[in-house]
Each structure stands twice: as structure tokens, then as C-alpha cells.
């Protein structure tokens, strides 16, 4: 037997691809977005700091 491809033709259309649940967020990717934003706001604080001394 064939097996159907993307580039067949047929009547309704392209195959549909399969639907694949999302995992839910694990408690690493919360920590990155932690640590991301607070590097960031260190970053800005120094910049801040910098600032006021005339660097």
C-alpha cells in the first residue's frame, strides 16, 4: 500500500497534521523567566546608578 503525502492530491485537500497537546509549564521555565527578569531589572538599577554619577 502508499501512504499518503503532503504533496498528493486528493479531494478535500492536504493531509491535516496530528494535534498535539502543549505540556504544561514546568517550574524550570517559570525560574528562567525569574531569573531573566531580574537580571534585567539589576541591569536597569545599574544603569540607573551609573547615571546619577556622570559615567
Do not use: H, N
Not at 505540556?23 to 536597569?44: E, K, N, R
Amino acid at each position: 500500500m502508499s501512504q499518503l503525502d503532503s504533496t498528493s492530491t486528493s479531494p478535500v485537500g492536504p493531509a491535516r497534521g496530528v494535534l498535539v497537546k502543549k505540556p504544561p509549564t514546568s517550574i524550570y521555565t517559570v525560574l528562567m523567566i525569574l531569573a531573566t527578569l531580574s537580571m534585567s531589572l539589576g541591569c536597569l538599577f545599574l544603569a540607573l546608578e551609573r547615571a546619577k554619577y556622570g559615567f
